[in-house]
């Protein structure tokens, strides 16, 4: 059974940190290039620090992290999905985030949180961007498709330059 929770940095240990980034380590290779493995592992646990933090465990053991912040965006109220960290399951598998029940599951935490969606910056060549792209919305019960933005400071963002060549998707949250 797949449980989210809202924690915070503190309630997360550097053993499960270590184990989730290893484990997500080959998902976000294209990112390690961009910015370097040191400099990525080192933003992805700062970055924890300064927000709340959705916690995704199946059976209780943790498999992924993600901070999140709001973010305003065409007048609704966003999740900036923040520095996911997905794993594996106790079994080695990451079946769930590709279940059915994640995307509800999900849903259900966005919604709950007051927002109308989804969004997240992506390096548009990675695996785990391309597995957001075509999963997200799949079910036609939870999520709209995937939007692509090519700018994301065209919606508001202020990325530095070293940041060229990321994309956002916006995922809308399908209407009750």
């Known amino acids: 059974m797949l449980t989210l929770t809202k924690v915070y940095a503190e ?31 080192a933003a992805l646990i700062d970055d924890l620090k300064d927000y709340p933090i959705i916690r995704y465990d199946v059976n209780d053991y943790t498999v992924g992290i993600a901070s999140y912040n709001d973010f305003k965006y065409d007048r609704k109220l966003y999740m900036f999905h923040r520095h996911p960290i997905y794993g594996q399951s106790e079994s080695g598998s990451r079946a769930w985030w590709y279940s059915e029940e994640f995307q509800q599951k999900n849903s259900e935490y966005v919604r709950s949180e007051g927002f109308a969606g989804l969004i997240t910056l992506f390096n548009p060549e990675s695996p785990a961007a391309i597995a957001v792209g075509t999963h997200f919305g799949s079910f036609n019960k939870y999520y709209d498709t995937p939007v692509v933005i090519n700018d994301p400071n ?23």
């Open 11 to 41: 309630d997360l240990s550097d053993e499960l940190l270590n184990r989730l980034y290893n484990e997500a380590y080959a998902y976000i290779s294209k990112e390690r290039q961009r910015m370097g493995d040191v400099a990525l592992k």
């Open 154 to 176: 065209s919606i508001g963002f202020k990325l530095k330059a070293d940041a060229s060549g990321l994309k956002a998707y916006v995922i809308n949250l399908m209407e009750e």
